[in-house]
């Protein structure tokens, strides 16, 4: 089993991890590990998702802040960065 601490390896983070601090997404961090978690299985299955896949698999998550267009595109940057 994954967990949010263990996606790191190394000194080196996460594609999604580094696309979500590129991009700015989080906020107050109430969703972050969720939607981390939720981009990370996201990948694993399909690793280039179509829009409507994002965001079938990220609406169940609220964002308290309303980053959704961030968290759609830091997901597809990290898709983009493992083709």
Known sequence: MRTIEGLAEGDRLHLIQA???????????????????????????????????????TVGNLCRWGTYGRIRAAIERAAEARA
Not at 28 to 54: F, N, R
Request: with cysteine; charged share 15%; aromatic share 6%.
């Open 19 to 57: 696309a979500w601090l590129e991009l700015g997404v989080p906020q107050c961090g109430y969703c972050q590990s969720g939607k981390i978690m939720l981009a990370v299985a996201l990948l694993d299955t399909t690793p280039q998702p179509s829009a409507e896949d994002i965001h079938a698999a």
